[in-house]
Nanobody, 129 residues
């Protein structure tokens, strides 16, 4: 089992920045793929970014490309999402996800919720105009 704890959400004005953190614990040796998703009420969970521990090129959704950066600090089993130039459209609950379910291996590129067996509790990001 892997446990994920997100932090770093909050409220910011448009144009501002936030950095989300996702700390993994437990059987982290099994995790070679992690992603960030976001969701607003009434809409499907959207894959924002993903990263593989093997070092392949990170994935970014078109809506965040050039503004968000996903990175990892393997010694701390932590993945970050640096969010710059935030807009009100970025307002959502952000979720960290980890792992790769059998049948999806190898996971890379566009993250899909069904791929991930482990999820954090979510952290709220609110961007005001």
């Amino acid at each position: 089992q892997v446990q994920l704890v997100e932090s770093g959400g909050g409220s910011v004005q448009a144009g501002g920045s936030l950095r989300l953190s996702c700390a993994a614990s437990g059987y982290t040796a099994s995790v070679d793929y992690m992603g960030w998703f976001r969701q607003v009420p009434g809409k499907e969970r959207e894959g924002v970014a993903s990263i593989s521990t093997g070092g392949s090129t990170p994935y970014y959704a078109d809506s965040v490309k050039g503004r968000f950066t996903i990175s990892q600090e393997r010694a701390k089993n932590t993945v970050y999402l640096q969010m710059n130039s935030l807009t009100p459209e970025d307002t959502a609950t952000y979720y960290c996800a980890a792992g790769c379910r059998p049948g999806w291996w190898p996971c890379s590129g566009t993250p899909y919720p069904a791929q991930f067996p482990y999820w954090g509790q979510g952290t709220q990001v609110t961007v005001s105009p």
